[in-house]
C-alpha cells in the first residue's frame, strides 16, 4: 500500500459518550494519536454531550485538541442538502465512528480530503482496514478505523497524560515496595459481580502480596467493613482519598502486579493502566466488552456451564491470575 499523507486536521465524530463509552473509546485515541501524533483531533458529539468534555476530560489531555459537544449534526435528512454542517470548516481526515447511514451521509457533506466510516461495510469509506469482518469486540471496531485510516495496523500504546499531584496519592496510597494485587469486586449491576466471599478468598490465597481493593462509594458502603474483617492487610485505597477520580483510579492500577475484575468501569480503567488483568464475565458479552490490555485472560460463565457470575470457579480465577503472575 502506498504511503498514505499524514493528516494535520483530523475529525472523529461520535454519538455521544458516556463513562462508559468513553473508557472504551480510550484505546481507539491512544492509537490514533500514536498514529498521528502531531495531527489536530477534534472531537465532535452530535447526538449528546461526551464525558471527555467533563469527568474524563484530564484523561484525553494531549490526545484530544478540540470538542465540539451536542451539535446536533447527523440527526435529520434535512442536513443532506442545503447548508453544509460546520460550513467554516475543512479537514484532512474524517473519522467516523457510528453505523448509521444517514449520519454517515451527512457527515460526508462536511469539508474533507479523506473520509473513514465502517458505514455499510465500509462502502462510503476512502480506506479500509486488512479484514473488513466486523469483530464483537467493540474495541476492535473502532482500532479497525484507525487502521483504515493509517494504512496499516496500530497499536494504542500512546501514554496516557499523568498529572503530578494525581501521581503522588497514587505514591501515598500504594508507597513503593511492596508487591500490589488490586481486586475489583463491584459493577454497575450485582448481576455482573462475582461473588464477594471467592474475591475476598481469593485475595486470602495470595500469601506473597498485599490485597487492594478498589471500590465505589456505593460498594465501600455495601461492602468495605466486610473485607476490612475478613483481611485486616487488605488496603482499600479509594476510601481513604478526596480525590476520587479515574486518573487515580488508573494510576493505582499502575503499581499492581495484575487485578481482578468483572466487567464494570472499573476494570477500563486497570486496562488503561495496561497491567494484567483477570476479567470476569457472565450475563454480558466478554467477545463485545472486554477491556484493551497487553495481556489479559477472560473468564466466562458460559465455559463453566452456567450463565451467572457464580458459575465461574475460584480455583480457575486462581489458576489465571498465577499465568499473568508468571
Known amino acids: 500500500m502506498p504511503d498514505l499523507p499524514k493528516p494535520e486536521t483530523i475529525l472523529v465524530y461520535v454519538g455521544l459518550d458516556a463513562v462508559g463509552d468513553g473508557l472504551i473509546k480510550l484505546p481507539f485515541l491512544r492509537a490514533l494519536r500514536a498514529a498521528f501524533p502531531t495531527a489536530r483531533i477534534t472531537w465532535m458529539s452530535g447526538k449528546g454531550p461526551t464525558v471527555f468534555q467533563d469527568i474524563l476530560a484530564p484523561l484525553v489531555t494531549g490526545l484530544i485538541d478540540e470538542i465540539l459537544a451536542f451539535t446536533r449534526i447527523g440527526e435529520r435528512p434535512l442536513e443532506l442538502v442545503g447548508r453544509r454542517p460546520l460550513p467554516d470548516r475543512s479537514f484532512d481526515l474524517i473519522i467516523d465512528t457510528q453505523r448509521r447511514g444517514l449520519t454517515t451521509l451527512i457527515l460526508k457533506r462536511i469539508r474533507h480530503r479523506r473520509f473513514i466510516s465502517a458505514t455499510a461495510g465500509y462502502l462510503f469509506s476512502d480506506g479500509k482496514p486488512a479484514d473488513t469482518t466486523r469483530p464483537a469486540s467493540m474495541i476492535r471496531q473502532l482500532m479497525q478505523l484507525v487502521e483504515a485510516a493509517a494504512g496499516q495496523p496500530v497499536d494504542a500504546d500512546f501514554p496516557l497524560p499523568r498529572d503530578p499531584a494525581i501521581e503522588a496519592e497514587a505514591d501515598r496510597l500504594l508507597p513503593p515496595g511492596p508487591r500490589y494485587l488490586g481486586f475489583a469486586p463491584g459493577a454497575g449491576g450485582r ?36 473485607i476490612r474483617e475478613a483481611l485486616p492487610q487488605a488496603l482499600l485505597p479509594l476510601q481513604d482519598t478526596a480525590r476520587l477520580t479515574p486518573m487515580l483510579t488508573i494510576a493505582l492500577g499502575r503499581r499492581l502486579a495484575a ?20 476479567s470476569l464475565f457472565g450475563p454480558t458479552a466478554a467477545d463485545k466488552f472486554a477491556p484493551h490490555t497487553r495481556r489479559a485472560a477472560v473468564l466466562r460463565a458460559q465455559d463453566f456451564g452456567g450463565e451467572d457470575m457464580e458459575a465461574i470457579p475460584q480455583d480457575a480465577v486462581e489458576k489465571a491470575l498465577a499465568l499473568l503472575l508468571l
Request: glycine share 8%; proline share 7%; charged share 20%.
Open 191 to 226: 448481576w455482573k459481580c462475582w461473588p464477594l466471599d471467592r474475591y475476598i478468598a481469593l485475595a486470602a490465597a495470595q500469601k506473597d502480596a498485599v490485597p487492594v481493593f478498589l471500590l465505589g462509594p456505593a460498594e465501600a458502603e455495601d461492602w468495605a467493613a466486610t
Open 259 to 278: 487485578a481482578v475484575a468483572n466487567d464494570s468501569g472499573t476494570g477500563h480503567m486497570l486496562g488503561a493502566a495496561d497491567i494484567p488483568l483477570v
